[in-house]
């Protein structure tokens, strides 16, 4: 399925969405600072977008990855 383009704003948002929804983060009322994604050439898959530099998000590194793959599985960034 081909991945629907989005702003960078929206992908920061959902990105966000999704980690603070996640248990482990609601339960210990974290709050992640979730940066925009950059442009990249795409990838083997075909994802043109990346993200790095969250904030406050020490222990909660499989949770941020598991956010990006979702929205990078589904969403790219409109250029």
Not at 15 to 40: F, G
């Amino acid at each position: 399925m081909p991945r629907v383009l989005h702003p960078a704003e929206d992908i920061q948002a959902e990105v966000a969405r999704l980690i603070h929804e996640h248990r482990d983060v609601r339960s210990s009322a974290a709050v992640i600072a979730v940066p925009l994604p950059s442009p990249q050439r795409a990838d083997g898959t075909g994802l043109n977008w990346w993200m790095s530099g969250f904030g406050n998000a020490f222990g909660f590194e499989a949770v941020t990855a598991a956010a990006i793959s979702n929205v990078g599985k589904r969403w790219n960034l409109i250029e």
